[in-house]
């Protein structure tokens, strides 16, 4: 008995944490609990680690697997938008502000060793740390991470294997307060800087007392992120786009970036060459959300001479086509193959297709 009570508490508080990452801080306060039948049905299964029980308690560490599509719905039904798309990692880069000088490299740095020691998160963003060593010093100035140096930032961030930076300056207050100004900065980044001031202890050494600043950051930053990228029922917009391809590797790797997007209702393949496709995208949200979306999967989504060009990051544009007389001398693509022709595969029944030349 003591072990089925356990495992339900369990299952319950795992359901509100998993609703707290996914749904901005509101909503996600106004989502019903299921009742314990509807858990149920909504978790997959779950595993048990150190398992500790006496005559009248039962203690253990629980990992339970939630049912996507169960979640999803349960989320739609209620009307609440929320956010699956997950960022790639993001580097923080702390600076700290002592006695009139902003510190980033230089020792001490309390700010810095706070960061060191954030626990594990299990959020929608991975932060990463820098080291501070010599790299870094060469990499980075403080005056550069101050003016917001995208070139600098990202070259950085990247060496760590994070796309964004977020720059966090952190400024200690009368009564152990601390206020924070938080901005990310790279390809996912946007130009708003969050401000805050968070309480902390004055009895506390200095890295103790910003602890709170830190957990405080990592909330700002997952909140911002999910708010720019929810996924809000009932919303759908279409993107039409054309992916460059040169191999089917190529074109295999976006199939599969849009097959795993929760943000991509459906999508169809409307003309497919050799060197190109023409695609339908149906999202639940905004081009850029889209484009965001992609971002995290290594490919970019770039205005086009019509609508938008879906390529991966680091391919570079397709040369132009020869063009036909039915084309102008700016347009980037030719026009698209004649109905039946080797160069072109139908994708689906096309009743209305014209005849191909020569035919009758």
């Known amino acids: 008995m003591a072990r089925d009570r356990a495992i339900a508490e369990g299952r319950r508080k795992a359901f509100r944490r998993l609703i707290e990452r996914v749904a901005p801080l509101a909503q996600a ?15 997959l299964g779950f595993e048990v680690a ?6 009248v308690r039962w203690l253990a560490d629980l990992t339970i697997a939630f049912d996507q599509a169960a979640i999803r719905n349960y989320l739609r039904s209620a009307g ?6 997950r960022s790639l990692p993001v580097l923080v880069i702390p600076l700290y502000v002592t006695g009139g000088e902003v510190v980033l490299w230089k020792e001490p740095n ?7 020691d954030l626990p594990p998160q299990g959020g929608l963003v991975p932060f990463v740390v820098p080291y501070g060593d010599v790299a870094d010093i060469r990499d980075l100035l403080p005056e550069q991470a101050v003016a917001g140096n995208l070139a600098a930032l990202t070259r950085m961030a990247e060496r760590y294997g994070a796309r964004d930076a977020v720059v966090v300056k952190a400024t200690p207050r009368s009564g152990g307060a601390t206020e924070l100004s938080v901005q990310r900065l790279g390809p996912s980044g946007t130009d ?11 009895d506390l050494d200095e890295v103790k007392r910003l602890a709170p600043a830190v957990l405080r950051t990592v909330a700002m930053v997952e909140e911002a992120w999910k708010q720019d990228n929810l996924i809000r029922p009932g919303f759908e917009s279409r993107v039409t786009a054309t992916v460059p391809i040169d191999s089917m590797k190529r074109w295999l790797t976006v199939r599969e970036a849009l097959d795993g997007l929760s943000i991509v209702a459906r999508y169809q393949v409307i003309l497919l060459t050799r060197r190109e496709a023409l695609i339908d995208v149906w999202i639940n949200g905004e081009a850029e959300q889209f484009r965001v979306a992609l971002a995290q999967r290594d490919l970019e989504l770039l205005p086009g001479a019509g609508d938008y060009i879906l390529k991966q990051r680091g391919q570079s544009m397709p040369e132009p086509a020869p063009a036909s007389g039915a084309i102008g001398s700016g347009a980037p693509y030719s026009a ?17 297709a014209p005849p191909v030349p020569g035919t009758q």
């Open 29 to 43: 306060r106004a989502v019903k609990d299921p009742t314990d039948a509807e858990l149920q049905r909504m978790v």
């Open 50 to 55: 150190n398992e500790r029980s006496s005559a």
């Open 80 to 85: 609440t938008p929320y956010a699956e798309t």
């Open 110 to 116: 309390p700010w810095r060793t706070a960061w060191y």
């Open 192 to 202: 708003r800087t969050l401000l805050e001031t968070v309480a902390g202890g004055e």
């Open 336 to 352: 698209a193959p004649v109905y039946g022709t080797e160069e072109t595969v139908i994708i689906g029944p096309s009743p209305s």
